[in-house]
């Protein structure tokens, strides 16, 4: 299996476009995550899916983000309008159940200036 | 109090010293534990599950102290290739995970 696969890796954009992060998790496994990493706050749970469904979006920061998981095999977190203090590294993980191993994926390096 | 707490180092070692971190979490009732590694500009990966008995993986040790609400990592004899950052995991209440701000470790020749 070729792991959770992040798109893009690096993404710089301006104050106020919107940004579509893309997730595609292990195959078979039921949960997908999204975090956000900065130096200040460390890794942060955004949001959460199991079999799809929305689970926990309790750590999105605000109405300006939003998920989606249309399939089991891809997720997007839209950003929009993105501000700087976006900027981040925002991770996707899969895990086979709730409670074992979660699989990251390389990440995606935002950038709003 | 935060849920999940890590003392963020960084710790600087000489290879071949040991060395051993904490993590403290404020519930109680939690019941799973894990430590992750992260390298610079990489992503987190699962480094060693933490079981009630305490258990060992070659030079690693994790240990759970529930009367302190505290689990550990012992590194022995490290090596350079174990500079990283050490994150800990607790399921804090109904399955919600939540990462530690890690443990920053460089060894140094």
């Known amino acids: 299996d070729a792991g959770v696969i992040q798109s893009p890796r690096h993404e710089v954009t301006e104050m106020g476009q919107e940004v579509t992060l893309r997730c595609k998790p292990i195959?078979?496994?039921?949960?997908l995550f999204w975090y956000r990493q900065t130096m200040m706050r460390g890794l942060e749970l955004l949001i959460y899916?199991?079999?799809?469904?929305?689970?926990?979006d309790s750590g999105m920061p605000e109405d300006r983000f939003s998920a989606k998981m249309p399939n089991a095999s891809f997720s997007t977190l839209k950003i929009q309008p993105s501000e700087p203090r976006d900027s981040a590294v925002y991770f996707c993980?899969?895990?086979?159940?709730?409670?074992?191993?979660?699989?990251f994926g390389p990440g995606t390096r935002l950038t709003v200036t | 109090r935060k849920e999940v707490e890590q003392d963020p180092g960084p710790f600087n070692v000489p290879e071949g010293a040991t060395v051993a971190f904490n993590c403290t979490y404020s519930?109680?009732?939690?019941?799973?534990f894990f430590w992750y590694r992260q390298d610079c500009r990489k992503e987190p990966k699962l480094l060693m599950s933490?079981?009630?008995s305490g258990n060992e993986d070659g030079r690693f040790t994790a240990q759970l102290n529930r009367a302190s609400q505290y689990i550990s990592l012992l590194i022995r004899d490290s090596k350079l290739s174990d500079s990283a950052t050490y994150l800990c995991v607790v399921n804090i209440r109904n399955n919600d995970m939540r990462f530690g701000a890690g443990t920053r470790l460089t060894v140094k020749p």
């Open positions: 899916f199991n079999n799809n469904v929305p689970i926990d």
């Open positions: 195959s078979g496994h039921d949960y």
């Open positions: 519930n109680s009732a939690s019941q799973s």
């Open positions: 993980a899969s895990s086979p159940d709730r409670d074992d191993e979660q699989y």
């Open positions: 933490v079981y009630s």
